[in-house]
């Protein structure tokens, strides 16, 4: 899996539900797992911590609700990625 396509299937699944989220969820923070929305938290340290608890050291998302979206990157320096050989 390339770097670019880390998470794409969590935010796809987010923007699919983003209108539904925002109207009963806004402000919390949502974490999603491929095409599953799991669980809406509170706080984003819940629902990191929730993450790892269910699926362990693999990448997961964890996106807060919002109407306007800041642009925000994290990464685990955790996770190994393997590199494309050439």
């Given at each position: 899996m390339e770097k670019k396509d880390l998470l794409k299937e969590e935010l796809e699944t987010y923007e699919?539900?983003?209108?539904?989220?925002?109207?009963?969820?806004?402000?919390?923070?949502?974490?999603i797992k491929g095409k599953e929305i799991?669980?809406?938290?509170?706080?984003?340290?819940?629902?990191?911590?929730?993450?790892?608890?269910?699926?362990g050291n693999v990448s997961f998302l964890v996106k807060k609700i919002?109407?306007?979206?800041?642009?925000?990157?994290?990464?685990?320096n955790l996770i190994h990625i393997p590199q494309k050989q050439e």
């Open positions: 699919t539900n983003k209108a539904n989220l925002i109207q009963t969820d806004l402000g919390k923070f949502v974490l799991i669980s809406i938290f509170e706080s984003e340290k819940d629902a990191i911590n929730s993450g790892f608890e269910k699926f919002e109407q306007v979206e800041q642009t925000q990157n994290f990464t685990s």
